[in-house]
């Protein structure tokens, strides 16, 4: 069974910094691309970082500069570092993988407080 499983969510004051994981499991993720997205109450879910199988990372320009996108060594990681945040980051940050098939994670939430 195909897993995501987010974990590192919490609350933070403005300013400070938190760092999400994502583990999957279920299957071999060393050829997907995957991304971090969030949705904020009565909001859509939108994009946040995107780091591709080869490596390449791409951010929403609300966060470029301020988070890093990264992969574990064993590809089936991904990480969220997030500093300088602000309280308009509050959301629920969903990890994703993308190949021939999509898989989400469950979430995990963050709230920064002002």
């Known amino acids: 069974?195909?897993?995501?499983?987010?974990?590192?969510?919490?609350?933070?004051?403005?300013?400070?910094?938190?760092?999400?994981?994502?583990?999957?499991?279920?299957?071999?993720?060393?050829?997907?691309?995957?991304?971090?997205?969030?949705?904020?109450?009565?909001?859509?879910?939108?994009?946040?970082?995107?780091?591709?199988?080869?490596g390449i990372s791409t951010y929403a320009d609300a966060v470029k500069g301020r988070f890093t996108i990264s992969r574990g060594s064993a590809k089936n990681t991904v990480h969220l570092q997030m500093n300088s945040l602000k309280p308009e980051d509050t959301a629920i940050y969903y990890c994703?993988?993308?190949?021939?098939?999509?898989?989400?994670?469950?979430?995990t939430q963050v709230t920064v407080s002002s």
């Open 1 to 54: 069974q195909v897993q995501l499983v987010e974990s590192g969510g919490g609350l933070v004051q403005a300013g400070g910094s938190l760092r999400l994981s994502c583990a999957a499991s279920g299957r071999t993720f060393s050829s997907y691309d995957m991304a971090w997205y969030r949705q904020a109450p009565g909001k859509e879910r939108e994009f946040v970082a995107f780091i591709g199988w080869a």
């Open 96 to 107: 994703n993988a993308k190949a021939r098939t999509e898989y989400w994670g469950q979430g």
